[in-house]
């Protein structure tokens, strides 16, 4: 596996970035030498022993940020080391991700303007000051670079919020509690983009149809505000691996100037494919719904429940076929097994343990019944 070294003089804290150098080696050749800023990430998980960490390519320590790929990604500034901690086979939110990516690469019309409206990861094997840490997942951040908003995103009318914590049902269009304010934050959700002007409205209209419009307003509206596709896909998707901790929050919503309604996109989906958000195991046989999309259900607005149907049929053809599925989940355990890493993130990391044989056998058997399932939700 590649190896990623990080030098700095500093504590790693949760904000600020401290100035660091980085050595990025893939095999047998260096991938990239420079500056780099790096800081603890994560709310609830910066509690962890493993911790995750944010890294910005800088290219002085003048803290001048530079925009370049590593390992065969897309060029960007800002990268996340993702520790893993609660997943004991420390692959499923790189293979959720993965799976994202094909249910759009075959998209002739996308409403995006990259092939990929995800996050793509690389294993490595991290070093910190030469003290080893483990096995990590090093991938792109999602924000208006990958997304190729327009510069001057207040002007365009371009944003990008991420809905951050659940508290208050506002994330789960339950509530509208207040008016936005001059804040970067509100009522749970995080205005990404436009950095420095606030530009809620997009988001506020359709928060307000949810919460307040009578059926025949919201059946109206809800097109104009929503993208009704990509809310489909959003839908089997998260249902599918199960991501609990993904439909009230840890979602990003995404308007371009050229459409005015916003697009769904997924955010840390550790929690998913039989595991919660803590690792512990979790029900095949529910569904995943917020007030939004009961009422999509309830009021089947624009045939909506048609959609899902037909749109599941097509993938359970292919994509969401059972060797499909499981086939990264089993080529990633023979990965990490073949290139001795679990032996050394054990012997790094022992108040977790990972026995990849159990955890993977655990997965391979919640797979098909999840799919039969879903199968008869969407029959």
């Not at 070294?5 to 600020?16: A, F, G, L, M, S």
């Not at 993702?82 to 690469?105: C, H, I, Q």
């Not at 259900?297 to 749109?311: A, M, P, R, T």
């Amino acid at each position: 596996l590649p190896l990623l070294h990080i030098h700095t003089e500093r504590e790693i804290r949760d904000e600020p970035k401290v100035l660091s150098w980085m050595e990025l080696i893939n095999t047998d050749r260096e991938a990239y030498e420079g500056y780099a800023g790096i800081e603890i990430r994560g709310r609830s998980s910066a509690d962890f022993e493993k911790t995750s960490y944010g890294l910005e390519l800088w290219k002085n320590w003048h803290r001048d940020d530079i925009s370049l790929p590593l390992l065969d990604m897309r060029p960007g500034e800002d990268w996340i080391l993702d520790a893993m901690y609660v997943d004991p086979l420390r692959m499923r939110n790189k293979v959720s991700f993965e799976l994202w990516e094909k249910m759009w690469e075959n998209e002739i019309e996308s409403p995006f303007r990259t092939k990929n409206p995800g996050m793509e990861s690389r294993y490595v094997e991290l070093f910190i000051n030469q003290r080893y840490m483990g096995l990590y997942s090093l991938s792109e951040k999602l924000d208006e670079h990958l997304l190729h908003l327009a510069e001057e995103a207040a002007w365009s009318g371009e944003a990008l919020y991420k809905a951050f914590h659940w508290t208050g049902g506002a994330t789960a269009f339950t509530t509208y509690n207040s008016e936005p304010g001059n804040a970067m934050t509100w009522e749970g959700w995080e205005q990404i983009y436009p950095e420095h002007d606030y530009y809620w409205e997009p988001l506020a209209e359709l928060r307000k149809s949810v919460v307040y419009d009578p059926d025949e307003l919201f059946m109206e509206l809800i097109d104009s505000l929503l993208n009704l596709d990509v809310a489909a896909e959003y839908y089997l998707f998260v249902n599918l691996i199960m991501a609990h901790d993904n439909i009230i929050k840890n979602y990003f919503l995404t308007r371009y100037a050229d459409a005015s309604n916003l697009l769904w996109l997924p955010w840390d989906l550790e929690g998913s494919w039989g595991i919660s958000w803590d690792g512990t195991a979790g029900s095949h046989d529910e569904m995943l719904e917020n007030r939004l999309y009961k009422r999509l259900l309830e009021l089947d607005v624009s045939g909506f429940n048609e959609v899902l149907g037909s749109k599941w049929e097509h993938y359970r053809a292919g994509l969401f076929e059972l060797d499909s599925l499981a086939a990264p989940f089993i080529s990633y355990t023979d990965l990490l097994k073949r290139s001795g890493v679990l032996e050394r993130e054990n012997r790094r990391w022992p108040g977790v343990e990972i026995d990849p044989d159990p955890a993977l056998d655990y997965l391979l058997q919640w797979i098909p019944r999840r799919l039969e399932y879903l199968d008869q939700v969407f029959d």
